[in-house]
């Protein structure tokens, strides 16, 4: 259904740091690096990052977020510790979410520029 999804950010330099070692737990590399830009996938891009001058500002109430499929849940604790020690913010430990599906494992965090981050797998497929 979506081909991609872009988001504007403060800082390119201090973004890579962060999705670089967020993303290899999961599988995800960067594919395209310009002076202002990124794009992140597996084999192909499927998350643009820019330099924006007005980036979208955090809103925890807004329900925005972007959920990253995981292929197992050790993949979903490495992405939430590399995460963390990359200069992300704990928004929720790993673990089953049972609320949310039978199976449903994840990790939260909150990336440099205020955006919620989450990685998922189905534990019952792992």
């Not at 925005?64 to 020690?85: E, G, I």
């Not at 704990?90 to 909150?110: E, H, K, S, T």
Request: hydrophobic residues 35%; glycine residues 12%; aromatic residues 12%.
């Amino acid at each position: 259904m979506i081909g991609h999804v872009s988001i504007g950010v403060r800082d390119v330099a201090t973004t890579k740091r962060f999705y670089d070692a967020a993303f290899k737990p999961l599988g995800y590399q960067c594919l395209s690096e310009g002076k202002d830009s990124l794009g992140y996938g597996r084999g192909t891009v499927a998350f643009w990052i820019s330099t924006a001058a007005h980036p979208v500002p955090p809103d925890m109430q807004s329900g925005l977020h972007f959920c990253f499929t995981a292929p197992t849940p050790k993949s979903v604790d490495a992405f939430h510790a590399a995460a963390l020690a990359s200069g992300g913010r704990d928004n929720g430990m790993p673990g089953l979410r049972a609320d949310y599906g039978p199976g449903y494992y994840a990790a939260f965090v909150i990336d440099p520029d205020g955006y919620r981050i989450e990685a998922h797998c189905d534990q019952s497929a792992a």
